[in-house]
DNA sequence: AAGCTAGCGGAGGGTTCCCTCCGGATGCAA
DNA sequence: TTGCATCCGGAGGGAACCCTCCGCTAGCTT
């Protein structure tokens, strides 16, 4: 995954020049940040400037605002898919409910990047692929383990979680209270009345 | 509900004359569809001409974006808050789930006002205890019957399903399986292990 | 070390939106 | 019906932002 050739040309072309590619790096995380603080609507410039680089350099490094949504999009995606690849050793419930904890945390930043690419977008579709390339293993093994109800698709555990969590907590304490609700309802019903 | 006085300060000043009236309403309604479409960002001027009123005429009625979001905003609220009062005869579990149910459809248009309050709004505070005065009484029923588990508060529930409900489903039989999923989390634990 | 070229910065024209202001229109009371 | 207080509409100045363009800088290669 660190290889270049292997990703989609969802990165258009990182750029080559060691200055270049600080700059690129640079407006990535600036633009997380603006985007966090600000919502979608933040201005490029100040991203520009958050970065430490001119307007100019942002626009050829990303010729409009989506270009610059999907370049963070992805790079976070990337992170959240990479991090499934220990949990296989946990036991099948465990290892979804850490998972779906780390979900939640990835989650809470990108309501305005997703609002914005919810709309139409191939990017979004192909993220959605590796999210779930990298959780529905997680899930068919607990449905396998009979700790998950049969009744339900990991599409249906996506939104519910995701979902959950575009919603604001006063504190992390409520969050995991709230979170474990959402889970005891993934669970098989015990007593089929 | 219907007399003026009772209101709180919210509806800073309702305009007297007929036709101000008409134009007050139409502009909350023009609102209303461009949040929806646009998002938080519509153009106000483009809100006004939806309404087909002059952009002043905007400006006298609402002296800042925020005073019409607040504005449509509680609108809603009222609308959600009143539609709980048939309720009460239903049994307790039933009760609930139709209110929730409501919960979802009125939350699934108001992300992006939502959004823009959330960070330091008492019109947001006080709307909160209005929803609180209409759906926790039916809570607190249904966990006294034993319907609904002790151990979260109707805060708890809010959270939930709002959170749930502002992922865009692209079904309504999508959002109501996952609706299930998450009130199946609401139960009291039928067999403790 | 020197040259070539990828890459940099930011001024500036164009567009969109915000909000004020005031002459004219209109509902309402007498 | 008449008079007036209220309300309307939209022109227009100001601000923010978008994006292009081009003269200059500085990595990389040989």
């Known amino acids: 995954m660190a290889s270049a050739g292997q990703a989609p040309e969802v990165f258009a072309q990182r750029p080559k020049r060691a200055d270049a590619r600080r700059n690129y790096d640079a407006l990535i995380t600036a633009a997380r940040e603006a985007f966090a ?23 050829r490094n990303f010729p409009s605002r989506r270009h610059l949504f999907e370049a963070v999009y992805v790079e976070e995606v990337r992170e959240l898919c990479h991090s499934a690849e220990g949990l296989a050793e946990l036991p099948p419930w465990d290892a979804l409910v850490a998972w779906l904890h780390r979900f939640v945390a990835y989650v809470a930043t990108k309501r305005a990047l997703a609002e914005q690419l919810l709309h139409d977008s191939e ?71």
Do not use: K
Not at 37 to 59: K, P
Not at 166 to 173: G, K, L, R, V, Y
């Open 123 to 193: 990017i979004f579709a192909s993220c959605r692929t590796e999210i779930f390339a990298a959780g529905e293993p997680l899930m068919r093994r607990a449905q396998a383990a009979g700790v998950v109800r049969n009744d339900i698709g990991f599409d249906d555990v996506v939104r519910l979680i995701s979902g959950l969590t575009m919603a604001q907590f006063p504190s992390p304490e409520q969050r995991d209270r709230v979170l474990g609700v959402a889970l005891d309802g993934l669970r098989p019903p015990a007593t089929p009345h």
């Open 37 to 59: 603080e600000n919502g979608a609507a933040a201005s490029l410039e100040d991203v520009a400037r958050r970065a430490g680089v001119g307007i100019g350099t942002l626009y």
